[in-house]
């Protein structure tokens, strides 16, 4: 069965009984208030002939000797003047008066002056009320029975049942209608959460669902659409490592082809021909370049390897006198390729492998004088807790679509500049895996046409002036 069939079916069922309960007290406790007055009536007035008759005995008494006919005759006036029906017997359980009566007068105790009662009801269907009483009077023990219609009480329940009977029919109907509109609108959302995830299962993985109000619905909703998006972008990651894996593999294998088919080639017409000197020596150069990127690759993917498993100790290094031995080192290849370096250094204090950070420094300007810039500046700054250094350039950039990718393995923005200058796409790499040893990410912008600033922001140590 459907939810909203269970939701539709237990409210309408929920609405029905309580309706039915409701209507079925009320009319039960108006028949019982509607008959305690009938009855709370009728003893007044049984308790009040019981008085008169008493009355009208003991006047009697007082003048002469009464009799069986003035008992009767003082019950009959009764009986008239009250407009009452009644029966007056005597102890041996004879009626002295016995008249106008409408039923059989059933037997019924009256042991005391307590009133006794019972309902009976009569051939014509009426509800009738026997009351009974016992009293002593001029030397008779007496009972006293009156008779009183309540019919009207059980008429007025009947009345009120069959409203409340027309009542139940025009809500139930409105019920009906009401609930399925309420069921239809609870549901709608499930529906939805239930269309979103079979277009998911089937490999849509956009749709989401619109999350209305604040309701645990709406909150079902929204932890939906956040276990989309979560699964979204891990199959997206999934996709992209399964890309970069494919890359990795097809680069690495052109990366030792294409050497190694060069250095073949070269190495075996150096054995099958005499080649004149010059001719030679540019092929044996050449074998000797091919073998020094092989080389650098080699060492490169070893570098990657060790990186992984291995953990370094990190030690608190003053940052400036840092950055100075790398202006030291760099000064040399700097003035080889004609560029002019600019150092703006703070100090501080860093924990820092000094080779491997040395390594991550060194290869990014590297990068830099290689991007086609005339100038390239390292920089920076501690503020508040961190320690930010940039390398700065003014070079060729790096286009928008190729940010998110150049830090993986043999991944190359210009392959042909970079198999040229020995590069095999590993330099950024390995910068990026040094950075997360340290606790951080190369931050890397760029505009194409415009330069690349590469910014790494570290934990400042906290240290002071303990060495003054």
Known sequence: MKFFDKLYISMLLLLTVALAVTEYTVVALSLNTALENRID??????????????????????????????????????SESMNVQLALGSNNSR??????????????????????????????????????????????NLKLITISDITPAYDDANNMQAKCMWIFMIVISAGIVFTSIFSAIITKPIKELT?????????????????????????????????????????????????????????????????????????DTLYQKDLPEQEAKAAAEFIVNEGMRLEALSFKLLELITLKNNDFLLEEIEMKDFLEDIKETIKPNAAK???????????????????????????????????????????SQAKDDEYMIAIVDHGRGIPEKELRRVTEAFYMVDKARSRKEHGAGLGLALCQKIAEIHGTRLDIRSREGQGTAIRIKLKLAGRGDDDE
């Open 195 to 267: 269309r979103a995830g079979e277009s998911f299962s089937n490999g849509d993985y956009t749709k989401r669902v619109q999350t209305i109000g604040k309701d645990e619905i709406g909150e079902m909703g929204q932890v939906y659409n956040n276990m989309a998006d979560t699964i979204e972008n891990k199959i997206r990651d999934l996709e992209l490592a399964v890309k970069q894996r494919e890359d990795f593999t097809a680069a690495f294998a052109h990366e030792l082809k294409t050497p190694m088919t060069s250095i073949i080639g070269y190495a």
């Open 41 to 78: 009536n009728s003893l007044k007035q049984h308790q009040l002939i019981k008085y008169a008759i008493q009355s009208d005995l003991l006047s009697a008494s007082q003048q002469s000797t009464v009799g069986a006919n003035v008992v009767a005759d003082i019950a009959s006036q009764t």
């Open 95 to 140: 009626y002295i008066y016995y008249e106008n009566m409408d039923i059989e007068v059933p037997t019924i105790k009256a042991e005391s002056e307590e009133v006794s009662f019972i309902t009976v009801k009569s051939d014509d269907g009426k509800k009738l009320l026997v009351m009974a009483s016992s009293f002593e009077s001029s030397n008779y």
């Open 337 to 379: 390729k004609g560029v002019r370096m600019f150092f703006d250094f703070e100090p501080g204090y860093v924990k820092i492998e000094f080779d491997l950070f040395k390594t991550l420094i060194l290869n990014l300007i590297d990068n830099a004088m290689k991007s086609g810039s005339d100038t390239v500046a390292v920089l």
